[in-house]
């Protein structure tokens, strides 16, 4: 494996994560560190007070969830079925800005002495707080100044700040403080990273309207192109009365410094609603009459309930104990849940990968939620289900039947501009299927699945009937495509996708009703050519236990990896796609993957020397990677190396592994350290719709717990180095296993 | 097969292809028809009057060979070391412009009566004519007008048209006579086809100086982004005086409508050259000195001479013959001889495929030129060595040591904006250094060889030692590439890239000298690599005849022929190359190819195993295709078959089977028909250094009939429904074989 060297950038702590000094070289990490979301308005750990030093150090972003502009794709040299357009998350107007100025002096983090500073956020309240204290250089005058922020869990089109400002030295001053929302704001520029950026430039927002209604302060924007509308706007609200003055999207108050000043600030974002500007204002009227305390109330007893059913936790490393919440408040914060959005690869924290939804969702997040929040996993789905029409005209683009669901996508149109690692990764399929087939065995919602799981079962099965062939003395192959592995593309029988392919239509046949062959016009020959192709589905096994990761991949000379420098990684941004793709080298577990997926297609043995033959030769070089690699090591029992993946996936983003928690972060890695320990230690894995553990305990460790929710029960799973514990917290009793051993709660 | 139906569109005749019908519909295609060119100029068959029926019906294009301007290639999403830039032939100022007026009214085909219509060029003088009778609809004046255009082969800079305007029934008419050279000119717009159109729009030459002394007019211009410099001009010859207005780009005259009038005007460009003004100017003073009766007469005594060395022919079938002189006509309009440019795929017609040079040179046409004027296939390859060192940087791109020459590039840059149909097709070497072992045999020129082929052996070789591998059990493989047939792309071991690179390792190992190991630092080491990797190249060999094209083809589902219409060939514009990928249909001979250039590593049942394997798999969607299946269906004896194939190479262009002759000729499928014949039906194959022919007559046929220039000789073959007849028309007494006899001439 690829030597990490950790090193802790930001202190550890239990239920927070916090800085105590700003930096401007690490400020945009920052930033993404300390955003706060709902899953829908996603609101980056940017300053209050705007400062021009701030320059090229700051990534000042709101995102909404889904929405987007379009750009159409522009290639060197075009192609039939092509995706056409670039979908990107847009930066909303920013709602932060606030202007504090003491005797006309401007207070920011550069105009005078700053003590006291500190950012941090908490997992147990959802609020991010800022502060710090300011000494004037020329009066002396000194001020602590607090700032508090939520994206109301609760509230969806609702976020908020508090500001609160205490002369600290003095009794009196000219204190004037502005609010203001800043509707003209751009995305990104594109800096040579295809990982990062935009496909166009400049403000793309137009302003229909502008809003000022009962003390609202909002703008009615419209996308240049992908003509979607957004609704947002500002309300404040201030104890007492103070002299006031507001303009069009600001609004200004002056005060004598005698005592503390204290704003709240009513923050609304709405679109794809019918009337966004009746949504904005009646939820901006609501939240300010409910009041800040009230929304912060509302955020705990969120979250209460939350860690209830999602707490994880090691003991014996407090490190990777904060990562593990840090990981779970984010996925929290990041997660569609209206059933029309999803959640990015990003989450709401910024631009990276433009926003967009992956096979990440169903094959890394979606367990997370489906064993701790059913109900939000179900509206992962469900957002897969509203975008089936745009996966089958996209199987028609391919000249297919069925359907196949985009790889990259907002609105559900394929956003792949490089198809061989994009629309060839038609196991996208076939994860979706699997998330669907877990929901289902996690919850026994067979109503979801007949009334919208089946129809996308059906569809996504008929699209590989037809891309795939039987061959003469093979069996069912799937040729022309690409694996998990992105180091390797346009392959044949890539042997994750096949058995997964293969688990599609076994759970499909078991699952098919008599009304859906009816409704979807299924004939026997049909049915016929499901069970054989799941019955005869090509897997590349050798004569030893060592398996293809796709037909040619044991035939291809190995990597160089003694003469790669480490400056060399992640190959993609140093290698030509071609010199890559003709070697054994991988970005991401493939074929390990498929051992986490589908565990009981591969004999212990199979486990063991592919592990040893495959870890090897992967980079790593994809964040996605190494969780499952710390799954499959836990089960061989490589404690050591597991725990080391553990680290890897659960600290991506707080210790910045991939230099690049400025984009945003990492999504899949996070929910993969949830994984780790849950599929990984505690080795769960569902046979015949049963729990099964396997738990190991790594020996630097005195514990680790966590809950799950199953088919309505919450268990608590706590292993300590005197062994295992399950306990019933909720539900009737049901029957797991254990080592194999059934244990009754 | 795929079916053709031909139908013929002009007449047939012996030495000339003509039209007395001049349609809008398809002036276009005859634009192209009627180029005339001369390796560096070439001008396309448009009109010299300007009328606006025309608008949409006419591409008026004079380019000139390696003349390109660039542009950045924007990819979707972009990669390492992807080509960075687009090349673009360029329309270069149109010289052809004369208007005529009479008695007002102006002379064009849409304004009077038209009657002796022609247009026609002739392959014996090289000269274009076109003439009309025109008859004024008011005056009822009649007029016979004819203009004639050579491009000098004589004179590389140099081009002129001779207008002829007789008066039929009248004695006195104002007549007016404009002739200009129009500098604003634009290629054209990409319209959706990857295989025509330009990366930029609008003008991009600059006018930086206007040319005029001596009676000339001119302009200096330079490329936008490229930077090229181009001077332009014409210089008018005019017997006796007449009344003459001049303008900045234009000259007038007057006429009394008396007598016959006679204007020549002499054309030039330079570009490229030391002082290109100077340049112009002094081959415009030359060529008018010497005037337009002298120009034919040395076009007349050059074609003299070509055809004495390539004149080919079958008798029996006068379509055909038409068709092979139309063809070698054309390849010699098309080739540049100055060893800076090679022969574009359009040759210098059109702007389809950018103007770009590919393999197409060195493996369809590269032969032609070398059997009957290795100094011009010298030139060609001498314009591969100046581009040597581009080939190393791109190697270096590819984190390969060594050379890879680009798949397709005017200037010796990689200007391929798809690399699984470009840059991969690693090929290109191997088949540049066939060309240089074939011009080797057939000149014997050890001293090009020595001096710059040597060099260029060692490095392509040492690319594929880099990119290639040994692996054990297999031998050395060559992985991660595109065969010739681009409905195949990204695979491992493609049979012919393999026996191409052994052939070439094999001749690098018997050509090696030890003052070149010692200048190209060769060790022990990297010969005895050279060695092992030619004697166990990996041949994807089944347990039959059968050749897998490469390691997968063999088990790929079959393209559903059965169910694809018509209309959806070609098929890369109507699906997804995903899906033309996965499946066995082939654009173009692959394996069929290297039986034809490695004739002597297949044996006979290979050969017959394969050709039946593979010909019913191939679209032919590529006009490469027909030519090599044709030289194979005539060594195996299936001679109806190669008797359509060849139909299908050779007339090409003059029956417009793929509906684009309007974007150019298709130079590789013209030097196709010459390969047919030479290689195919007189079974022509180089064995240890000696010609052995093995003849074969279609029934159809009474004979053809062609000569190669061999060593130093020229040699006459003739076969006649009788046999076939060796004469040696020029040079010493040579051993040569027919059906294995050897005959001595």
Tied chains: 1, 2.
């Excluded at 909404?64 to 075009?78: K, S, V, W």
């Excluded at 955020?299 to 309930?305: E, G, I, M």
């Excluded at 030893?544 to 003694?562: M, R, V, Y």
Aim: net charge negative; with cysteine.
């Amino acid at each position: 494996m690829k030597k990490i060297n950790p090193s802790i950038i930001y202190p550890i702590e239990n239920w927070q994560v916090s800085e105590s000094e700003y930096t401007l070289e690490t400020n945009q990490r920052s930033e993404t560190i300390f955003t706060v979301g709902n899953g829908y308005i996603g609101i980056r750990g940017c300053t209050e007070e705007t400062m021009p030093e701030l320059e090229n150090h700051t990534l000042p972003g709101t995102y909404i969830n889904g929405f987007y502009e379009t750009a159409p794709i522009i290639y060197g040299e075009a192609a039939y079925g092509y995706a056409e357009n670039h979908q990107t998350i847009l930066n909303v107007p920013n709602a932060l800005p606030f202007e504090i100025t003491v005797d006309g002096e401007k207070i920011t983090l550069f105009s005078g002495k700053i003590t006291d500073y500190s950012r941090k956020l908490s997992f147990k309240t959802g609020l991010f707080e800022r502060q710090f204290t300011w000494t004037s250089e020329k009066t002396g005058k000194q001020l602590k100044i607090i700032f508090s922020r939520l994206a109301s869990f609760t509230r969806k089109h609702v976020a908020a700040i508090k500001i609160n400002i205490q002369p600290v030295n003095f009794m009196a001053a000219d204190i004037q403080v502005t609010s203001s929302l800043q509707g003209a704001v751009t995305n990104q520029e594109h800096d040579g990273d295809p990982r990062a950026g935009a496909a166009f430039s400049g403000q793309v927002l137009n302003t229909e309207k502008v809003i000022q209604q009962s003390g609202i302060l909002g703008l009615f924007q419209r996308t240049t192109s992908s003509k979607l509308e957004i609704a947002s706007g500002i309300k404040h609200s201030i104890p007492g009365s103070v002299s006031q003055k507001q303009d069009f999207w600001s609004e200004s108050w002056q005060f004598d410094g005698s005592t503390s000043i204290e704003i709240s600030k009513f923050i609304g974002y709405a679109t794809s609603e019918k009337d966004n500007i009746q949504t904005l204002c009646t939820e901006l009227e609501k939240a300010s009459k409910a009041g800040f305390a009230q929304l912060v109330q509302e955020q705990v007893d969120y979250l209460d309930l939350f860690w209830n059913r999602a707490d994880i936790g090691v003991t014996g490393d407090d490190a990777l104990q904060q990562a593990l919440r840090f990981n779970a408040f984010h996925l929290l914060q990041s997660v569609g849940r209206d059933g029309r959005t999803n959640i990015a690869a990003k989450g709401v924290t910024g631009e990276g990968y433009e926003g967009h939804y992956f096979w990440d969702t169903e094959i890394f997040i979606f367990p997370f939620f489906a064993f701790t929040q059913p109900e939000i996993a179900k509206k992962l789905l469900e957002y897969r289900y509203s975008i089936l029409p745009n996966a089958k005209k996209r199987a028609r683009d391919l000249a297919c039947s069925g359907a196949l669901f985009p790889w990259r996508t907002i609105n559900g149109e394929e956003a792949s501009a490089y198809y061989p690692a994009g629309t060839a990764q038609i196991h996208i399929n076939a994860d979706i299927m699997h998330a669907l087939k877990l929901y289902t065995e996690v919850t026994n919602d067979t109503d979801f699945l007949n009334e919208k799981g089946l129809e996308m079962l059906i569809e996504t099965s008929r699209f590989y009937m037809d891309y795939g062939d039987f061959v003469e003395g093979r069996g069912f192959t799937i040729n022309g495509v690409t694996g998990p592995d992105e180091y390797t593309a346009l392959i044949n029988n890539n042997t994750y996708t096949n058995m997964m392919v293969k688990d599609q239509l076994e759970f499909l046949l078991t699952s098919l009703t008599d009304e859906a062959r009816i409704k979807f016009n299924i004939s026997d020959i049909e049915i016929k050519n499901w069970t054989l192709a799941a019955k005869n589905m090509y897997i590349h096994r050798t004569n030893s236990a060592l398996i293809g990761q796709d037909d040619s991949f044991l035939n291809k000379g190995k990597w160089p990896f003694e003469t790669t420098r480490e400056d060399q990684y992640p190959l993609l941004l140093h290698f030509h796609p071609m010199k890559i793709y003709q070697k054994q080298v991988l970005k991401q577990a493939d074929l390990i993957l498929a051992m986490v997926l589908q565990s009981e297609r591969f004999s212990d043995e199979e486990k063991q020397v592919n592990y040893d033959y495959y870890e090897p030769l992967t980079t790593h070089d994809s964040s996605l990677s190494p969780a499952t690699h710390a799954i499959i090591a836990a089960e061989l029992g490589r404690m050591e190396q597991a725990v080391s993946f553990f680290y890897y996936t659960a600290r991506t983003d707080l210790d910045d592994y991939h230099h690049n928690v400025k984009d945003g972060v990492h999504t899949a890695a996070m929910a993969g350290s949830w994984l780790t320990i849950v599929y990984g230690f505690a080795g769960l894995r569902i046979k015949n719709g049963e729990l099964h553990f396997q738990p190991r305990l790594p020996d630097k460790w005195t514990g680790y717990q966590f809950r799950i929710t199953f088919q309505g029960r919450i268990i608590e799973v706590q292993t300590t180095t005197s062994g295992t514990n399950f306990t019933l917290i909720q539900g009737n009793s049901i029957q797991l296993f254990s080592d194999g051993n059934p244990i009754q709660l």
